[in-house]
């Protein structure tokens, strides 16, 4: 009967190559195998390792793929007799794996989707490094980049990761013991790859990205078993922020809370209301805040809810928060007679989630609520009093004459203080409604010019008016307050996305930033001070610039060394709440481009300690072989103990020769290397034909030379060249064509000429080289795939095109049509 459940994938996860993946996955097999479990072996690579090997006796192993790539024969896992063979569980070695091309599927892991359909549960392995979102990561670490990569959603998709950990000082044992690899590759591998420092993060990597697996699997089975309580399976301490100035207080003294458990989580956030009018907050200070959180390692949220202490406390359950810090409160006794408050309330509620409450400078002096009249000009205001003031007489006035009921002329005056609430806002027109009670009752309620009323509904409705009157009027003023914040929040909103776009479109930041904020604001001058014993200018814009806070119309304060100062005019409240976000921005903007600059200047020292580490790994590894096989043939000559033959001297001394002449090609190499990049090599261009540099070139090739196939048109025009490094261009070129070449198969030399320029092109028929790694392979010391003790210190390619390009010319790689690679030299044609 056929399966009809997807299989179950395991994969193990190591750190680097070496911990023990493929022993273990192995072992694994051997235990579900006395367990009764049919289990095969689709795909493992031993590499080579004896133990490795030994696990696999006993186990059933099915038949590779064969699969014919360029002359030469590759093997691949057969998804197809594993499918056919159906067993319970199959072993198959390295995801992330890509297959020779002409296979069915492009990487390993899609012949692995294939097997999982088809209802058998499968075991791989995995190296870290081999993940898509950490290969950049690990290429700053380690300097080396990683073809060879598996998208991470197809390992989180894994129904089981096993870690298969190491400690750095265990691994480097296991390789200097030769249990990893081979003798002549131990010493550079423990120098380069395998160094501690390397291990180390790599180990980190592993670890935490695996915490962030085993994160979502408890976040998923919390959710499918409805669990709403916090697991304090790691301490995560949430901040709340209202955007009020404590927000620095309460974000550091969280951050400290967080720093007293390693590895724990910050987060940052904050409530905002449905209605979307007000955050509650100054935009500038959560700003400000936001960027304070993530330069302190956390994360900052922003949710969307009327109740705030319920929605605190879902954000901080969904999280699986374990301590959540709130601000004491800003209201005043009075106030909390009638609400409990914020972080009472969610203290009430937060169950088994610890509150802090952290008292700062600003509890209990109020929250800043802006008036009706701090967003009204002052002609309004002044209009909307003296209609309070003028309107109900003049309505009195022209309304007795009419001699109207009092039910027609309550409605009259009721319209006149919604116009002074729309004109004035709501002190206006409440005096409005006063006056116009008065008026009423004097005026237009029997007994007449007297305030005592007759009549009872009369009473009830002048009471009625006033309260009336007061509802109509705070309703009116809350509509035109909310309506004028809408179309500030609107308008401040474009500034500070035009503000994020601007940087985002990849103009010089802290420049770009300065300039956007003097336009913006209508600015004559923006200038960036920064106080270190005196105020210096890090960056300004437009005219004069300020030299101290103090010659500024409006600064903004943006940490204690950082200040921000505008010339041309004052800022009222509103702007300024702006410009506080730009300022903030600035600090962010001069952040990275002062790391970018350190960076930058970190690189030569990087890069010079990469040349100095592979140089030593060169010297200890590439000049130690030709020296060993010199030394060794010429003590044989010496020895006494043995009469060598003429034949057997013959070859002992062409042995010493060769290695001799392999040494003195590397040392100039090196020292060539040297002077490129210290830019003192000495170039002495002039008239050269091909034909007169080719052959001895050629000859310096050694034994190598009956592999080289010249092909050169019978005239070829002269070029612009030094004849000694031409030379050198040309035999590292054809010494590299000829060692990945396949026997049998010459390396061609041919030559042409277009325009101003002549090409050399030295054509092989080897592997090739994929496009997108053409400009690695011209860095020095680097080389695709692991190096052998064959392959020399890659410093063939790097050297030829610094040569070339000394010379004015270039070094470009193209696919040979059919397989191979073609290296081609132009040069400048003599006239």
């Known amino acids: 009967m056929g399966r009809t459940s997807r299989g179950r994938l395991r994969v193990h996860l190591g750190a680097a190559p070496g911990v023990g993946k493929t022993y273990d996955m192995l072992s694994e097999a051997h235990r579900a195998r006395e367990r009764g479990k049919d289990v095969v072996v689709g795909f493992v690579e031993t590499h080579g390792r004896a133990r490795t090997a030994q696990l696999l006796e006993g186990l059933e192993v099915l038949p590779r793929r064969t699969v014919p790539y360029r002359g030469s024969t590759f093997t691949e896992l057969d998804v197809d007799a594993v499918i056919a063979r159906a067993p319970t569980v199959v072993l198959i070695d390295e995801l992330a794996h890509t297959n020779v091309p002409g296979s069915r599927n492009v990487k390993r892991w899609q012949d692995i989707d294939e097997v999982l359909d088809a209802g058998i549960d499968v075991i791989s392995t995995l190296n870290i490094q081999h993940l898509e979102s950490l290969n950049d990561v690990v290429e700053q670490i380690t300097g080396v980049s990683q073809r060879e990569t598996v998208p991470d959603e197809v390992v989180r998709r894994a129904d089981q990761l096993e870690l298969v950990d190491m400690a750095p000082e265990a691994l480097r044992r296991r390789m200097a013991h030769g249990n990893v690899y081979p003798p002549d590759r131990i010493d550079a591998a423990l120098a380069n790859y395998f160094r501690v420092g390397n291990l180390t993060a790599l180990r980190e990597l592993a670890l935490i990205w695996l915490a962030d697996k085993v994160d979502e699997q408890l976040d998923r089975y919390r959710s499918d078993h409805g669990i709403e309580g916090t697991w304090e399976a790691r301490e995560r301490v949430v901040v709340a922020l209202t955007g009020g100035p404590e927000g620095d207080t309460l974000i550091r003294r969280a951050a400290r809370i967080a720093a007293r458990s390693k590895g724990a989580d910050l987060l940052a956030v904050h409530v905002t209301s449905a209605d979307g009018l007000s955050s509650g907050g100054d935009p500038a200070n959560l700003l400000h805040q936001r960027a304070l959180v993530e330069a302190l390692g956390g994360s900052y949220h922003q949710v969307v809810g009327d109740d705030i202490p319920h929605a605190l406390l879902d954000f901080a359950r969904g999280v699986n928060a374990t301590q959540l810090v709130l601000g004491a409160s800003r209201r005043g006794r009075f106030a909390q007679i009638f609400t409990r408050g914020v972080g009472v309330t969610t203290t009430a509620l937060s169950g088994s989630i610890d509150v802090h409450m952290v008292t700062h400078e600003a509890t209990k002096k109020g929250h800043e609520q802006a008036r009706s009249s701090a967003v009204l000009t002052r002609r309004r205001r002044l209009s909307g009093w003296g209609l309070a003031l003028l309107g109900p007489s003049l309505l009195t006035a022209a309304l007795r ?305 009956d592999q080289i196939r010249s092909d050169l048109p019978p005239v070829v025009p002269e070029i612009m060249a030094d004849p000694a490094l031409l030379e050198r261009v040309l035999v590292n070129l054809m010494s590299n064509a000829v060692r990945y070449s396949p026997d049998g198969e010459p390396v061609l030399v041919n030559a042409s000429w277009h325009g101003e320029n002549v090409e050399i092109r030295i054509v092989d028929r080897g592997p090739g080289i994929p496009p997108e790694a053409h400009e690695r392979v011209f860095m020095p010391f680097q080389r695709l795939g692991d190096r052998d003790s064959h392959t020399g210190v890659g410093l063939g390619l790097a050297l030829s095109r610094g040569l070339t390009e000394a010379m004015g010319g270039t070094l470009v790689l193209e696919d040979t049509p059919g397989g191979g690679l073609t290296m081609t030299v132009s040069l400048r044609r003599h006239t």
């Open 401 to 705: 004459p009419l001699g109207l009921s009092l039910p027609s002329e309550i409605p009259l005056f009721l319209l006149l203080v919604v116009g002074v609430a729309l004109v004035g806002g709501m002190w206006p027109a409440l005096t409005a409604a006063v006056l116009g009670f008065g008026l009423l009752n004097w005026f237009f309620t029997p007994p007449l010019h007297t305030l005592t009323i007759a009549e009872p509904q009369n009473v009830l409705a002048l009471a009625t008016f006033v309260l009336v009157a007061v509802m109509v009027s705070t309703v009116v003023d809350l509509a035109a307050r909310r309506s004028r914040e809408a179309a500030r929040s609107r308008a401040d909103a474009e500034v500070l996305s035009t503000l994020a776009g601007h940087v985002l479109r990849g103009d010089a930041a802290l420049p770009s930033l300065l300039a956007r904020t003097r336009e913006t604001f209508g600015l004559s001058s923006v200038t960036l001070l920064e106080r270190t014993d005196d105020w210096h200018i890090v960056a300004t814009s437009g005219g004069p610039p300020c030299t101290s806070p103090g010659t500024a119309d409006t600064d903004v304060v943006i940490d204690e060394r950082l200040v921000l100062a505008a010339r041309g005019r004052l800022l009222d409240a509103s702007d300024r709440r702006v410009l506080e976000a730009f300022a903030a921005e600035t600090a962010v903007a001069l952040r990275e481009q002062r790391l970018r600059e350190a960076a930058e200047q970190a690189e030569p020292l990087a890069e010079a300690d990469r040349m100095r580490t592979a140089l030593l790994a060169a010297v200890s590894h590439d000049l130690r072989t030709p020296l060993a096989s010199a030394k060794a043939a010429v003590e044989s000559l010496r020895s006494t103990d043995v009469t060598w033959s003429d034949e057997d001297r013959g070859e002992l001394l062409a042995t010493a020769d060769e290695s001799l002449i392999k040494l003195d090609r590397l040392v100039a190499n090196l020292l060539d290397m040297s002077r490129l990049q210290a830019g003192v090599l000495g170039v002495n261009l002039e008239p050269v034909a091909i034909e007169d540099v080719l052959p001895h070139a050629i000859d310096d090739l050694g034994p190598l030379r």
